[in-house]
């Protein structure tokens, strides 16, 4: 489809580029799906700028996966001609589009990215609050920094190596363009280090900004006053230095996870609008638009938005997102239908009985409990290091103080001003940005992506590991079956296939999946049974399959517990398949590797079923749960934690949001990374999940190669410091110190993280 479509627009030089590009369709899409963008009221939202003939729209496409990606969606425009251009931000996932007005619709360009496969993902969240951009102020007051501080160390140099007395006049205005333009970065480029500095200084609290937005503060006025006074150059390389490399490590922290969206509630997963019938048409309503009485057409994988009563067709629902419960629900007409499950089988309608904000999932979203952790804010362990630094730093000055004011008062200025400005603790900032920012850049390479850096820090703490079992230890959509009783020879399997077809329950699909037949017989006199099986003659034989008081067998002692569907031919009972989850390949090893370190906890909302196979899984430590509604989840992390227990949970769905907010690291599993988890304080790739003990062990290793950095950082600190508190601290030994300092931490936490992740294989 993808080598059609870029063959007739003459785009086929797309596959020099990769091996495997393009997208594969898993669901045709439907001819409607976008119908609700002609909503004049739902397409403003969208829309970022139109005049009279042009609009401007930006799309969230998670499908983008590589650099053909880009060369077919930056050549949009020979698809659809109405497209004048068509911007890829690869990072964030997006393509801004300009389109003509009247040769084309928001509405056919959302189609014609579905049609290539990049089908725009619109959300009600996504509406409401937008994606977070790059902090735009933060990167101008870098460049304003990186500008002045390089053209600063730039007029140092004939400072640094000495300057002929008849050039005198140069050396002096060296010093005040110097002085000019260490302006802007003092009070621009700074301002976030000031601001931060006094807001903790407001709640009584010294963070690691307070000392560096005080050395700043000093390093500038005695720079200014030596310019003034014609003493001195000042140290205004030393002071521009500083604040370039400290904005340069927040924005490489702050790059890594800008494109993922933590923070979610339940419109995050609710489609933007629905169908309506009126009147016999189908009418795009906005969900807040949606009214008790009013009859929705839900179509094959849509969620469904609000309770309803079921009032044509036949719903097989899947709630596992919700409850946990691993097996769609069969529904029939007249039952009632909550929101927040999944139709897997044709389209169904259903009769609103209470709109979307008192639904039973918005209801079970907005309950206390899930809104926030009950556990207060920690601070990093930096933190608490700047502090003592801090203190031990004021110490020093005054003891140097007191010294000079005894011994020689001309001194006294000079040293102390000198001691803040060689011992900022900005080396110590430095380290830990620097490497927090690498270690999220190596971890999201590898579809582990962190909220923060102080999620780093949890995740090295942690010592109980809670699973949820459906859809996180096993394989959304997959069933594992087993034929207990007589071997089945080709003929009975070819029967009993041809018979399981007839059926759209989703054990029969899993049967007819698991016997994979040649083909299909045709059976008569089918008669289905809701809930209890399905019947009918296939080749002159009668075949009864079902529940066993279906199919009338009286061996019961025989048969083992668990989801089981009986079979009989010709009234002859030949046995029944047994089903249970089909656990994700690398589940078993990864369980006894992380059972050697951590305790581990397995919460289920299914019934105990599946324990025997959890029990060959863990060991006899190990807690296994079953049964368990959101709000049991929820409180069982919590009765960890009042024991003592740092706790990491890792989930997959709703029913799960509670348990991760309450949780000291909170882990939400996603077949597609950038789309369609609870909120969480990271995310996982599902295929990643084997690599979770290397992801633990790598953010253990944060800690050391920080203490690392900091040792380092104190040599220098006392070398500069020897020189400092003899008031003879010169602009040379500076610009040698602070530089070499904060280089050299550089390459020691760029280079450990990389080694560390090298050696777990990352």
Same mark, same amino acid.
């Given at each position: 489809m993808v080598f059609q479509i870029v063959s007739k627009h003459e785009l086929c030089d797309y596959y020099d580029l990769n091996q495997n590009p393009g997208i594969t369709l898993k669901i045709p $899409?439907?001819?409607?799906? !976008?119908?609700?963008?002609?909503?004049? +009221?739902?397409?403003?939202?969208?829309?970022?700028?139109?005049?009279?003939?042009?609009?401007?729209?930006? !799309?969230?496409?998670?499908?983008?996966?590589?650099?053909?990606?880009?060369?077919?969606l930056e050549n949009l425009y020979r698809i659809n001609p109405g497209v004048v251009s068509s911007k890829v931000n690869f990072t964030r996932k997006e393509v801004e589009i300009v389109l003509i007005k009247k040769a084309t619709s928001l509405r056919k360009v959302a189609e014609t990215l579905a049609g290539i496969g990049y089908e725009p993902y619109i959300s009600l969240s996504d509406l409401r609050n937008k994606?977070?951009?790059?902090?735009?102020?933060?990167?101008?007051?870098?460049?304003?920094?990186?500008?002045? !501080?390089?053209?600063?160390? #730039?007029?140092?140099?004939?400072?640094?190596?000495?300057?002929?007395?008849?050039?005198?006049?140069?050396?002096?205005l060296f010093r005040w363009a110097n002085l000019f333009l260490a302006i802007p970065v003092?009070?621009?480029?700074?301002?976030?280090?000031? +601001?931060?500095?006094?807001?903790? #200084?407001?709640?009584?609290?010294?963070?690691?900004?307070?000392?560096?937005?005080?050395a700043i503060i000093i390093t500038f006025i005695r720079s200014v006053i030596e310019v003034l006074e014609g003493t001195g150059g000042g140290y205004f390389d030393s002071m521009t230095g500083i604040v370039f490399f400290m904005l340069a490590g927040r924005i490489l922290q702050d790059k890594t996870y800008r494109q993922l969206s933590f923070e979610r509630d339940y419109t995050s997963y609710f489609p933007v609008a629905v169908a309506v019938l009126k009147e016999g048409k189908q009418v795009p309503t906005a969900l807040p638009d949606i009214r008790v009485n009013d009859t929705?057409?839900?179509?094959?994988?849509?969620?469904?938005?609000?309770?309803?009563? #079921? *009032?044509? /067709? +036949?719903?097989?629902?899947?709630?596992?997102? *919700?409850? /946990?419960?691993?097996?769609?629900?069969?529904?029939?007409m007249g039952e009632i239908v909550y929101a927040g499950g999944k139709? =897997?089988?044709?389209?169904?309608?259903? #009769?609103? %009985?209470?709109?979307?904000?008192?639904?039973?999932?918005? +209801?079970?979203?907005?309950?206390?409990?899930?809104?926030?952790?009950?556990?207060? &804010?920690?601070?990093? @362990? %930096?933190?608490?290091?700047?502090?003592?630094?801090?203190?031990?730093?004021?110490?020093?000055?005054? $003891?140097?103080?007191?010294?000079?004011?005894r011994e020689d008062l001309s001194k006294l200025w000079p040293a102390v001003t000198s001691i803040f400005i060689i011992a900022c603790p900005c080396a110590l900032l430095l380290s830990n940005t620097f490497t927090n920012g690498n270690i999220l850049t190596i971890l999201a390479r590898n579809q582990f992506f962190l909220r923060n850096?102080?999620?780093?820090?949890?995740?090295?703490?942690?010592?109980?590991?809670? !699973?949820? &079992?459906?859809? =996180?230890?096993?394989?959304?959509?997959?069933?594992?079956?087993?034929?207990?009783? &007589?071997?089945?020879s080709t003929e009975e399997q070819q029967l009993i296939s041809s018979l399981a077809n007839q059926s759209t329950h989703p054990l029969s699909k899993a049967i007819v999946h698991w016997l994979r037949p040649d083909n299909y017989l045709q059976v008569e006199n089918?008669?289905?049974? *809701?809930?209890? /099986?399905?019947?009918? $003659?296939?080749?002159?034989?009668?075949?009864?399959?079902?529940?066993?008081? @279906? *199919?009338?067998?009286? =061996?019961?002692?025989?048969i083992a517990a668990g989801t089981q569907v009986h079979v009989e031919i010709e009234n002859v009972y030949l046995g029944f398949f047994k089903f249970g989850n089909q656990y994700r390949n690398e589940i078993p090893g990864l369980i006894k590797l992380l059972m050697s370190e951590y305790k581990i906890s397995v919460l289920s909302g299914d019934n105990p079923t599946e324990r025997e196979t959890l029990e060959q899984l863990t060991d006899h430590s190990s807690t296994l749960l079953f049964n368990q509604q959101p709000e049991d989840k929820l409180l069982y992390i919590k009765s960890l934690q009042q024991k003592g227990d740092k706790v990491m949970m890792i989930g997959d769905g709703l029913n799960d949001a509670g348990a991760l907010k309450q949780a000291d690291v909170g882990v939400a599993l996603s077949e597609q990374s950038n789309n369609f988890t609870p909120s969480s304080d990271a995310i996982i790739e599902a295929k990643k999940l084997v690599k979770l003990n290397q992801f633990i062990q790598l953010c253990k290793k944060n800690r050391g190669i920080v203490m690392a950095s900091f040792v380092l950082s104190i040599v220098y600190n006392v070398i500069g410091l020897y020189f400092a508190v003899q008031g003879n601290l010169s602009p040379l030994i500076a610009a040698i110190l602070m530089p070499s300092s904060s280089i050299s931490i550089l390459l020691l936490t760029f280079g450990s993280s990389n080694l560390a992740a090298r050696q777990l294989r990352l």
């Open positions: $899409i439907r001819e409607d799906k !976008f119908a609700f963008l002609d909503d004049t +009221k739902i397409s403003q939202q969208l829309i970022s700028f139109q005049n009279e003939e042009q609009l401007h729209v930006t !799309f969230y496409l998670p499908q983008m996966h590589c650099s053909s990606c880009l060369y077919l994606r977070p951009g790059l902090d735009q102020q933060m990167v101008y007051q870098i460049g304003v920094a990186g500008f002045c !501080f390089g053209n600063i160390m #730039l007029m140092s140099f004939p400072e640094y190596l000495g300057i002929d007395t008849s050039e005198e006049g140069m050396l002096q003092f009070l621009y480029s700074a301002l976030p280090f000031y +601001k931060a500095s006094w807001k903790s #200084l407001k709640h009584k609290y010294l963070n690691i900004d307070a000392p560096i937005a005080l929705l057409l839900i179509h094959q994988e849509e969620l469904i938005p609000a309770d309803g009563i #079921l *009032v044509k /067709g +036949k719903a097989f629902i899947d709630y596992s997102f *919700v409850t /946990g419960e691993s097996m769609p629900v069969l529904k029939e139709q =897997t089988e044709g389209n169904i309608e259903l #009769l609103v %009985v209470k709109e979307v904000a008192q639904s039973y999932l918005t +209801k079970l979203w907005n309950r206390e409990e899930f809104q926030e952790k009950a556990t207060p &804010k920690k601070y990093s @362990f %930096v933190h608490a290091l700047s502090r003592y630094f801090t203190y031990i730093v004021f110490l020093i000055a005054a $003891i140097t103080a007191a010294y000079w004011w850096a102080e999620t780093i820090e949890s995740i090295a703490g942690v010592n109980h590991l809670v !699973f949820d &079992k459906t859809g =996180t230890l096993t394989a959304p959509g997959e069933q594992e079956v087993a034929f207990i009783g &007589k071997d089945l089918k008669l289905e049974k *809701v809930g209890a /099986g399905i019947e009918g $003659i296939v080749q002159g034989k009668r075949i009864r399959m079902g529940s066993i008081a @279906f *199919v009338k067998q009286s =061996t019961q002692d025989s």
